[in-house]
């Protein structure tokens, strides 16, 4: 992976992603150019509450990068995963009530300088006999690559019709009719006598 000292010389924003994230990698890349994209278009800042929200459809290292640039957080409801396992992302712009989608290209190929050991990485990781060296440098050239490709190489971007996502659920708590511990209730299970349990403990019983 790479560190702090590499070759490329990097933008503070993307210094700031890969503190969070802990490291550079291409997926970290995906989600840093998607997030500079998106706020090109919608005019957008980071988000210090809901008027951003992101929808990601995986889970990965790009989601990272959408956090801290975009501030859509795992903490403030404005980050959606639906783990389709896709490198696609939909970021809302509440005050515009605008949204785009940027889902990446099926026909992504590298076109940087080292073309040759690329394609020689490339194969001995596809089959499976790249060692760690190896494996550092191909990352290193899929950064490098996709940091400097203009975006529409990589990602189809497409403006999808805003659908308002709900705000984060703000409700009161209730003890769980089993484990006694508070719950938001919107997020319990109503049993048959009408007493409420939370979810583990609904599964158990
Ligand atoms: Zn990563
Ligand atoms: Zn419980």
């Known amino acids: 992976m790479q560190t702090a000292a590499d070759k490329l ?3 503070d924003d993307l ?3 890969v503190e969070f994230h802990g490291h550079i ?7 840093y150019r998607v997030a500079k994209e998106a706020m090109e278009l919608m005019d957008l800042r980071r988000a210090t509450d809901e008027e951003v929200v992101a929808i990601c459809e995986n889970d990965s290292c790009a989601v990272d990068a959408l956090q801290v640039m ?7 409801g404005n980050l959606i995963i639906k783990d389709f396992g896709k490198n696609a992302y939909t970021v809302l ?3 515009r009530r605008q949204a785009y989608r940027f889902s990446r290209k099926t026909n992504y190929e590298y076109k940087g300088k080292d073309k040759s050991t690329f394609d020689r990485l490339e194969a001995a990781f596809a089959a499976g006999q790249a060692s760690e060296d190896e494996r550092r440098e ?12 203009p975006f ?5 971007t497409t403006e999808v019709p805003f659908e308002e996502p709900l705000y984060a659920q703000l409700d009161r708590s209730e003890p769980c009719a089993f ?11 109503k049993l048959s006598n009408g007493r409420l349990a939370c979810i583990p403990c609904s599964q158990k019983s």
């Open 9 to 11: 010389p990097m933008p």
């Open 15 to 17: 210094k700031r992603c």
């Open 25 to 31: 990698c291409p997926g970290l890349v995906y989600g």
């Open 70 to 76: 975009l501030g859509t957080v795992a903490g403030k």
């Open 93 to 95: 712009n509440r005050s």
């Open 138 to 149: 191909l990352r290193r050239l899929k950064v490098d690559d996709l940091l400097t490709r």
């Open 152 to 156: 529409g190489d990589i990602f189809v």
């Open 179 to 189: 484990c006694g511990e508070m719950t938001m209730a919107a997020k319990m299970v």
